[in-house]
Structures are given as C-alpha cells and as structure tokens.
C-alpha cells in the first residue's frame, strides 16, 4: 500500500513564525502535491512538484514556498506565518500525471494565533 | 476553464436507503473524472474514477458513478448506505493534458440509524 506521511496532525504557530510542514511518500511517486482544505471552498492546490527540485504554482500559492530536495519528501513553508493561514493541510502523492490516482496523507490542522 | 460544481453541501440520509450525490463540471475539451471519499480525521481516498470506456464506473464499498458527456454530470450513487457512510465526498475534474486536479467544495454525507 501507497502510504504519505504528514510529519504533525495538530500544530499551533503564533502570527509570523516560520512553519514547516513536512510530507514523506515510500512508493517513489515522481508526483507530490500540497492542499489547503478550507469548509466550503474545498481542496485548493497550493504548489505540486513534478521531480525533484523542480516546483508548479497552484492555485493559491501566495504566502508559501516549496522544497523538494529528495524524490520522497515534499516540505511546505509559511515564510511568515498569519491567521488566514489557519487550516487543514493535505500532501499528496501520484506516480503520473493526470489521470493517475492521488494518494493523501492524514493532513495537518494548523492553527495560527 | 474547468470547474466543477457539487450543489449539494450536505446529505441526510437514513441507512438502508439509496442516495445520489450530484455532480457537475465545465470544460471545453475531454476531461477525466473521479470521486475521493474523506472519512473523519483522515485524509482523501480514491473511491472510482472515469476514464474512458464504459460510463457507468464501479468503485469500492458498493459505490457507482455514471459519466454523462451532454449533461457534463458524473453523479455518484449507492443503492443502500450504511452508518459508515458517514464522510465527506469530493468530485474531482482533470481536463486532458492539463496539470492538476479541480476538487469540488465537497458534500457531506450524513447516515442516521
């Protein structure tokens, strides 16, 4: 089985602290992914990787950063952390692109102050 | 643009009866189409995906979806719930050739007893 670790399911920041969000996949997909998750608004994707190194804006991705150094770990930064930041978190993981499935993680439930 | 629309925000639904959870996408050109289930405090699951063939698509814990290209729906049905059930259902839009995912805002799914 597929399985993408988050590397916290609670975390709690104060307004402007730098926050990492660490995400780690075992089944050596090219493909990783970070949501937000947001009640009403759904998934929106925040940044994707194809390959190591290399990084796609999503859909909402001010007030974030990416790295990907390793074909398994996919981190995501809050450079300087604010209260509308406050939410869920997915990573994902896909061998391909397009059609092929997206595997989650548990999430991380952030909470800025 | 793609987009996708789940009008539905959330479904009570007694267990034992049938429940349909609705659908909806825009795209100009040919799209592939999938349902993600969320159960609590986990992250997404891939439930059953369209991709070509056949538009009636079967997926896990007795789930089926019907691609209708002329009402640009893919809605997604079990003919009798159960308590376990209870989750959270995304719709998600791949546009052919596009990068990304486009999740609908999300139905939730509610079986009383």
């Known amino acids: 089985d597929v399985k993408v670790t988050q590397s916290s399911r609670y975390l709690v920041k104060r307004t402007g602290e730098k926050v990492f969000l660490e995400c780690v996949q075992d089944m050596d997909h090219e493909n990783m992914f970070w949501y937000r998750q947001d009640p009403g608004l759904g998934l929106r994707l925040i940044y994707f990787s194809y390959d190591v190194k290399m990084k796609e804006k999503g859909d909402i991705p001010e007030g974030y950063s990416v790295s990907r150094e390793k074909k398994e770990r996919f981190s995501l930064i809050l450079e300087s952390a604010s209260t509308n930041q406050t939410s869920m978190y997915l990573c994902?993981?896909?061998?391909?692109?397009?059609?092929?499935?997206?595997?989650f993680g548990p999430g991380t439930r952030l909470l800025v102050l | 643009a793609q987009s996708v629309t789940q009008l539905d925000s959330q479904v009570p639904v007694f267990e034992e009866a049938p429940v349909e959870l609705r659908c909806n996408y825009s795209s100009s050109v040919s799209v592939y189409l999938f349902w993600y289930v969320q159960y609590p405090n986990q992250g997404l699951q891939l439930l059953l995906k369209?991709?070509?063939?056949?538009?009636l698509v079967k997926g896990i814990n007795g789930f089926e979806a019907e691609f209708n290209k002329s009402q640009t729906s893919f809605h997604l049905r079990k003919p009798s719930v159960h308590i376990s059930d209870t989750a959270e259902y995304f719709c998600a839009v791949n546009q052919i050739g596009a990068d990304k995912l486009i999740f609908g805002t999300g139905t939730r799914l509610q079986v009383f007893p």
């Open positions: 369209y991709l070509s063939g056949s538009t």
């Open positions: 994902a993981s896909s061998l391909g692109r397009t059609q092929e499935t997206q595997y």
